[in-house]
């Protein structure tokens, strides 16, 4: 078992573990530096990585409820005490389930504060809610598939939280090299530290690359706009940016009407904070249930920085110049101690065990060594030894470089990491893999990446998808095709800003087999809804079973069904912030597949509509 808890203090934790009657008690210990280890990132603040391994296993399809106590000297203090707002109606201590076989997975991507819509996570809420006292109806876990954070999209108010965090909770001051300004205190004072940071690098051709790759904040003319002129920069503000977006906490301490903001974006700053009131408003509720389901999470781009590692060009002018390497080594050291060890702690346990080194009573050092020990990580990808099989995928930092083009998009995963993915999926009956990005899109998107990676500007509209880089598009078709992995397969993933579901038949395999593809994306973010419309309208025409076009783009080997949203529509696509929910049938369709929107409706994806 894993938890991640901040504290404001070193404190002795004891852990307590009870059966489903809340009175028979399974485990009380007091947990050791082994298995809590406390990362100071402040004066006032300790991340503890908490990983408790039991001597015997632990019951399964049962209620397991739980408490910490934090002591301090004589004194003791009850989780359940300092956070009853952790508790259903009726409890007395959070619980969970562990569950011998996924029949239900909650899962999304895509979570933007300041996105004007209500947070698809609160739909977790109230699912446990409804299934507080009989387990078997809770979803067996929680799996969140890229974008938990926005490092490179801020708001103002956002920004302006972080800092106030970072001074309430004291979080470390930093250095850099290569800006007009050089260290955190001079970043903060600065009159370009909202919604200016990108007048911070100095105007010459050198730096050039790096205004274009991480502060450009260019209108996207297909997709989107992108703000990073709030781009996070130092260690000490990931971190008080992970506090603002997973708990209520430190929000009781903010105020937003307090600020430093120029005038000129006075009126951005007003319609932001409304919106981010909103956000922080539904955190309690988002904190109860991240406190009661297994939970599960895989890095996409925004997590780090926008388009990261999509070209081998994007690579060479970031990692080369020091505080663009610094910005996103920050972040990666955030997502690590945040979310990433404790997908799968063992992998990090010698990792971990260097943590002290970095962070210390004087500070954050060695911060420059830590960055390349995490640029060089290849350990990122995971999976579960559950019933299917969870395979989740790292399609950010294993990537398939193009020798002859630094401007031509990468393949998401190279060969060797490939390689590795097909000896996983041998011999399984059946899988479940998650994929930050869709491997099958919606061919109209696909070929306007296509377009603009022809003409050098793949960064215009992200183009990173799975059959944009032909080695990477043929070595994974070809492990789909292969007569030791899995005949059924449900690939999770996210990252577009819409939801859909594709049921793929692979022609000519020697066993029958069928792919399910759900993508639930975003949990608080959509697609600009009058250009996807169009898009969805042309990609019909265009590529509708009956057009011309389609047969001679046609996926020769494959037949691609979709599952639609409303059986009275032809729409495919639905642009709605919210949860997905999947649900496997054992029957004929394998598995079912709904959309939780975020404001309290159910979209129920429907079988059968052929597509080519």
Same mark, same amino acid.
């Given at each position: 078992? #894993?938890?991640?808890? /901040?504290?404001?203090?070193?404190?002795?934790?004891?852990?307590?573990?009870?059966?489903?009657?809340?009175?028979?008690?399974?485990?009380?210990?007091?947990?050791?530096?082994?298995?809590?280890?406390?990362?100071?990132?402040?004066?006032?603040?300790?991340?503890?990585?908490?990983?408790?391994?039991?001597?015997?296993?632990?019951?399964?399809?049962?209620?397991?409820?739980?408490?910490?106590?934090?002591?301090?000297?004589?004194?003791?203090?009850?989780?359940?005490?300092?956070?009853?707002?952790?508790?259903?109606?009726?409890?007395?201590?959070?619980?969970?389930?562990?569950?011998?076989?996924?029949?239900?997975?909650?899962?999304?991507?895509?979570?933007?504060?300041?996105?004007?819509?209500?947070?698809?996570?609160?739909?977790?809420?109230?699912?446990?809610?409804?299934?507080?006292?009989?387990?078997?109806?809770?979803?067996?876990?929680?799996?969140?598939?890229?974008?938990?954070?926005?490092?490179?999209?801020?708001?103002?108010?956002?920004?302006?939280?972080?800092?106030?965090?970072?001074?309430?909770?004291?979080?470390?001051?930093? #250095?850099?090299?290569?800006?007009?300004?050089?260290?955190?205190?001079?970043?903060?004072?600065?009159?370009?530290?909202?919604?200016?940071?990108?007048?911070?690098?100095?105007?010459?051709?050198?730096?050039?690359?790096?205004?274009?790759?991480?502060?450009?904040?260019?209108?996207?003319?297909?997709?989107?706009?992108?703000?990073?002129?709030?781009?996070?920069?130092?260690?000490?503000?990931?971190?008080?940016?992970?506090?603002?977006?997973?708990?209520?906490?430190?929000?009781?301490?903010?105020?937003?009407?307090?600020?430093?903001?120029?005038?000129?974006?006075?009126?951005?700053?007003?319609?932001?904070?409304?919106?981010?009131?909103?956000?922080?408003?539904?955190?309690?509720?988002?904190? $109860?249930?991240?406190?009661?389901?297994?939970?599960?999470?895989?890095?996409?781009?925004?997590?780090?920085?926008?388009?990261?590692?999509?070209?081998?060009?994007?690579?060479?002018?970031?990692?080369?110049?020091?505080?663009?390497?610094?910005?996103?080594?920050?972040?990666?050291?955030?997502?690590?101690?945040?979310?990433?060890?404790?997908?799968?702690?063992?992998?990090?346990?010698?990792?971990?065990?260097?943590?002290?080194?970095?962070?210390?009573?004087?500070?954050?050092?060695?911060?420059?060594?830590?960055?390349?020990?995490?640029?060089?990580?290849?350990?990122?990808?995971?999976?579960?030894?559950?019933?299917?099989? /969870?395979?989740?995928?790292? #399609?950010?930092?294993? $990537?398939?470089?193009?020798?002859?083009?630094?401007?031509?998009?990468?393949?998401?995963?190279?060969?060797?990491?490939?390689?590795?993915?097909?000896?996983?999926?041998?011999?399984?009956?059946? /899988?479940?893999?998650?994929?930050?990005?869709?491997?099958?899109?919606?061919?109209?998107?696909?070929?306007?990446?296509?377009?603009?990676?022809?003409?050098?500007?793949?960064?215009?509209?992200?183009?990173?998808?799975?059959?944009?880089?032909?080695?990477?598009?043929?070595?994974?078709?070809?492990?789909?095709?292969?007569?030791?992995?899995?005949?059924?397969?449900?690939?999770?993933?996210?990252?577009?800003?819409?939801?859909?579901?594709?049921?793929?038949?692979?022609?000519?395999?020697?066993?029958?087999?069928?792919?399910?593809?759900?993508?639930?994306?975003?949990?608080?973010?959509?697609?600009?809804?009058?250009?996807?419309?169009?898009?969805? $309208?042309?990609?019909?025409?265009?590529?509708?079973?009956?057009?011309?076009?389609?047969?001679?783009?046609?996926?020769?080997?494959?037949?691609?069904?979709?599952?639609?949203?409303?059986?009275?529509?032809?729409?495919?696509?639905?642009?709605?912030?919210?949860?997905?929910?999947?649900?496997?049938?054992?029957?004929?369709?394998? /598995?079912?597949?709904?959309?939780?929107?975020?404001?309290?409706?159910?979209?129920?994806?429907?079988?059968?509509? #052929?597509?080519?």
């Amino acid at each position: 078992m #894993t938890f991640w808890l /901040v504290t404001r203090q070193a404190y002795q934790l004891q852990f307590q573990l009870y059966a489903e009657d809340e009175r028979t008690l399974l485990a009380d210990m007091a947990l050791d530096c082994r298995q809590n280890q406390q990362v100071r990132i402040g004066e006032q603040a300790f991340i503890n990585l908490i990983s408790i391994n039991f001597q015997d296993a632990l019951p399964l399809n049962t209620l397991l409820s739980y408490n910490f106590i934090f002591g301090t000297g004589e004194q003791q203090q009850l989780l359940t005490e300092l956070m009853p707002e952790l508790l259903y109606a009726g409890q007395k201590y959070p619980n969970f389930m562990i569950k011998s076989d996924l029949q239900q997975i909650l899962h999304g991507s895509c979570r933007k504060p300041h996105f004007d819509s209500a947070d698809g996570l609160v739909q977790v809420d109230n699912v446990i809610a409804n299934s507080i006292n009989d387990g078997q109806l809770r979803p067996a876990m929680l799996m969140m598939s890229g974008d938990q954070i926005y490092a490179d999209d801020v708001a103002g108010p956002m920004l302006v939280a972080i800092h106030q965090v970072i001074e309430l909770l004291g979080l470390y001051d930093e #250095t850099w090299q290569g800006t007009v300004v050089s260290s955190s205190d001079e970043l903060f004072a600065s009159p370009f530290c909202y919604y200016q940071r990108d007048q911070l690098l100095p105007k010459n051709d050198v730096n050039k690359a790096v205004y274009e790759k991480i502060f450009s904040a260019s209108k996207k003319p297909i997709f989107t706009s992108v703000n990073a002129k709030n781009h996070l920069v130092t260690l000490a503000e990931v971190f008080a940016m992970y506090l603002l977006t997973w708990s209520p906490m430190m929000w009781r301490l903010v105020d937003l009407t307090s600020h430093r903001v120029a005038e000129p974006f006075a009126e951005k700053y007003g319609i932001e904070s409304k919106t981010i009131e909103q956000f922080s408003a539904g955190l309690s509720a988002v904190g $109860r249930a991240l406190a009661h389901i297994p939970s599960y999470m895989i890095f996409d781009d925004h997590d780090i920085t926008d388009d990261w590692n999509l070209t081998r060009g994007w690579e060479e002018a970031a990692y080369q110049h020091p505080f663009s390497k610094q910005i996103i080594g920050n972040a990666l050291i955030g997502y690590w101690l945040c979310q990433g060890w404790g997908n799968a702690p063992d992998k990090f346990i010698e990792l971990n065990q260097e943590a002290n080194n970095y962070f210390t009573d004087n500070g954050y050092l060695q911060q420059e060594q830590l960055i390349d020990v995490l640029l060089a990580w290849d350990q990122w990808h995971y999976s579960l030894a559950t019933s299917p099989k /969870v395979i989740v995928l790292d #399609t950010r930092t294993q $990537r398939w470089r193009s020798e002859s083009n630094a401007n031509k998009p990468s393949g998401l995963m190279d060969w060797e990491a490939l390689s590795e993915l097909q000896q996983e999926l041998i011999n399984e009956p059946e /899988v479940i893999l998650v994929s930050p990005a869709p491997i099958y899109g919606v061919k109209m998107i696909e070929a306007i990446q296509r377009i603009f990676t022809f003409i050098g500007l793949p960064l215009v509209v992200d183009a990173e998808n799975w059959m944009a880089h032909s080695g990477t598009a043929n070595v994974m078709l070809n492990i789909f095709r292969h007569h030791k992995t899995p005949p059924d397969f449900i690939i999770l993933s996210g990252d577009v800003h819409y939801s859909f579901f594709y049921e793929v038949t692979h022609r000519f395999r020697r066993n029958s087999s069928r792919i399910f593809q759900i993508t639930a994306s975003g949990i608080k973010n959509q697609f600009p809804s009058g250009l996807l419309k169009w898009l969805e $309208r042309l990609n019909r025409y265009l590529y509708g079973s009956r057009s011309p076009l389609n047969w001679f783009t046609k996926r020769r080997r494959m037949k691609i069904q979709v599952r639609k949203p409303d059986q009275a529509q032809r729409n495919t696509l639905v642009n709605q912030s919210g949860i997905g929910l999947i649900t496997l049938t054992h029957d004929e369709q394998v /598995v079912k597949a709904e959309l939780l929107t975020a404001n309290n409706k159910r979209v129920l994806f429907h079988p059968l509509n #052929t597509r080519e």
